[in-house]
């Protein structure tokens, strides 16, 4: 949600500005714009809309070599011209741009802005004001801007210009993310590595209250009392072509096909040199040493925790809750005498399973994080942490993070319970290589969802056991891109009501991969198809019938959850490519949601 680039060098900034945003169009936006500084002043072009829009708004005559941008997703104020950032204090001397929300933006109108017009209906503009307001009561720029963040409470991530001073940018950080890239002769700022891992791989992490100042040959860090704080630089993992498409027409085809080497990768880094599965004794050590295992996740990842909890029962004997991120920070079940929180996200910014981070550890209980990124908010303020090794993940749909996340936390299964009779490395080569197979019938998916999927209105998935879960991960992926209204339902539960909406040709998907359900779901199929539906089953090859239209290779009874998706994530993949949808960037979502 937001993106954020900065840049200050020797050369014209526009062309790494605007590709650097169009790197962090991933991670979700309504409007876009870009600041510069010139011997002329400052030149901001903005408006609602994407990147490819503001590049045709953009004067190309008008060089500078100190710049700002930003993609918004609207909170504070629709999406339009006025709202989109950059934004100015009324003299226009501060412009700034920002990512998080000003949570105490009303309070600090009364306290400090009484009668200062705001052009925006925005929260950051205040931050803008307020700097204004300091500096004309007689602060230098710097500590107006320190002060104006100590005022503030919320989020944000911020990168501010003072006209008056064309050889620096203002940054400053507290819970939503945000990076210096250092160059030679140029420093940079964005909201994560890949806006920047065309110029640099070398970076200062900013944390959270901390502010900075960035000029064309140094980066300076402080506090916000003005201590310098002395920070290393560390070099990004991220490879330039982790991020690119190459020859996929989109992100998320890229993405569900890398998956078996996801699963080979997460196999190699999880064993030690003996070829043991392998993770942190202190991990394993905190988890058994807990009465209880509490999943806390949103979205997908949620989705994949189902599955865990049920790799985490059954392999390792586990007692395990699995609970929604925005639930349960407002309504927290009576927890166990010693629960250990496991929180899974792809981004590691999901703001609302942060804040139960920071509710448990106020209660004082050991966190882990199940994360992609290294480094996030949730990797840095968890007890442990365990990285998913899925690289870079940039369509919305979230795809391999899905199986990687289920496959980490089979492994962390196996190691709780080292006598396990299940060889998971041996078993999740075998995943791999039926995800493979599986990602080499694409003709197939294409095939049935053009027939099934072009042009209906609601769709459902049903399964029982741990295929329930799988429909509702498949039923999450076909509504997000395709905006079909889509339901992932345990099948035994259609009778009691939503079978009422079976009509004639309703699309109903069947997963069957357990063999104790087989003969159930397929009562049930029965039943939708006496009704009218039109039935696609997607069966494990041991327990499946001529009649299946889509037959996954045999795996692990336990890890069916990996393979019974792919199919699915191709059938809402090529239903939206076929009712003309923005697969890679869905209307009204954002890749890492930063805000409660
Ligand atoms: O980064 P996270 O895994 O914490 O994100 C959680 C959800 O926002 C995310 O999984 C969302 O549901 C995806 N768009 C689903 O494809």
């Not at 979700?28 to 490819?52: M, P, V």
């Not at 100590?150 to 911020?158: C, D």
């Not at 039109?534 to 290779?553: F, P, W, Y």
Request: glycine share 6%.
């Amino acid at each position: 949600m937001c993106g954020i680039v900065g840049y200050i060098g020797y050369e014209d900034v526009k062309e790494t500005i605007l590709s650097g945003l169009e790197k962090l169009e991933y991670r979700g936006y309504d409007s876009s714009g870009i600041a510069i500084l010139n011997g002329t002043g400052l030149h901001i072009y903005k408006d609602k809309g994407r990147i490819a829009h503001l590049r045709e708004i953009v004067d190309f005559g008008k060089e500078g070599t100190l710049g700002i941008g930003h993609t918004r997703w609207a909170t504070h104020g629709k999406p339009n011209k006025i709202n989109s950032h950059p934004h100015q204090s009324s003299t226009k001397r501060f412009t700034l741009v920002h990512n998080g929300i000003i949570e105490n933006e009303d309070l600090l109108r009364m306290e400090y802005l009484q009668g200062v017009q705001c052009e925006s209906d925005t929260d950051t503009e205040v931050v803008a004001q307020m700097i204004q307001k300091f500096t004309d009561e007689g602060k230098e720029p710097e500590l107006a801007i320190r002060y104006t963040l100590t005022l503030i409470e919320g989020s944000y991530a911020l990168a501010i210009i003072d006209c008056e001073n064309p050889d620096v940018i203002y940054v400053a950080k507290n819970k939503s993310p945000l990076l210096i890239g250092k160059g030679k002769e140029f420093n940079m700022v964005a909201s994560d590595a890949m806006a920047m891992i065309h110029h640099t791989n070398e970076f200062y992490e900013l944390q959270d209250k901390e502010f900075a100042i960035i000029s064309r040959n140094d980066v300076s860090i402080y506090n916000l009392f003005g201590m310098q704080i002395q920070r290393d630089i560390f070099l990004g993992e991220l490879d330039a072509s982790d991020i690119e498409k190459g020859t996929y027409p989109h992100y998320m085809l890229k993405e569900i096909d890398e998956q078996p080497f996801v699963i080979r990768r997460i196999i190699a880094n999880y064993q030690d040199e003996n070829g043991n599965l392998y993770i942190d004794q202190k991990i394993i050590e905190a988890v058994r040493s807990s009465d209880k295992v509490y999943i806390i996740a949103c979205g997908t990842s949620y989705n994949a925790g189902l599955a865990g909890k049920h790799l985490l029962e059954k392999i390792a004997s586990k007692s395990t809750e699995i609970h929604v991120s925005s639930e349960f920070v407002y309504n927290m079940p009576l927890l166990s005498d010693r629960p250990i929180f496991i929180f899974i996200s792809q981004s590691g910014e999901t703001a609302d399973s942060r804040a139960v981070l920071v509710k448990v550890k106020e209660m004082g209980y050991p966190t882990l994080a199940l994360t992609n990124v290294k480094g996030s908010t949730l990797y840095r303020e968890t007890d442990y942490q365990l990285l998913l090794h899925a690289g870079p993940e940039i369509a919305v749909a979230s795809t391999k993070a899905y199986t990687a996340q289920i496959a980490v936390l089979a492994i962390l299964a196996c190691r709780i319970k080292p006598c396990t009779k299940v060889d998971m490395l041996r078993e999740l080569s075998i995943v791999a290589n039926v995800m493979e197979a599986l990602c080499d019938n694409k003709d197939l998916y294409e095939d049935l969802a053009k027939q099934y999927l072009s042009d209906t209105r609601n769709c459902f998935y049903i399964g029982r056991h741990v295929d329930y879960y799988t429909c509702l991960e498949a039923a999450l992926k076909l509504k997000e891109i395709s905006y079909i209204q889509t339901e992932g339902f345990a099948a035994g539960e259609l009778k009691h009501g939503t079978i009422a909406l079976i009509e004639n040709d309703t699309p109903v998907i069947a997963v069957i991969t357990q063999e104790s359900i087989n003969l159930n779901t397929r009562s049930n199929i029965k039943e939708v198809k006496a009704r009218g539906a039109a039935v696609i089953t997607i069966a494990l090859k041991r327990i499946s019938s001529d009649a299946d239209q889509i037959i996954i290779g045999d795996v692990h009874e336990y890890l069916t959850p990996l393979v019974s998706i792919i199919p699915t994530q191709l059938l809402a993949y090529y239903a939206a490519l076929h009712r003309g949808c923005d697969i890679d960037k869905p209307r009204n979502l954002a890749k890492s949601v930063t805000v409660e």
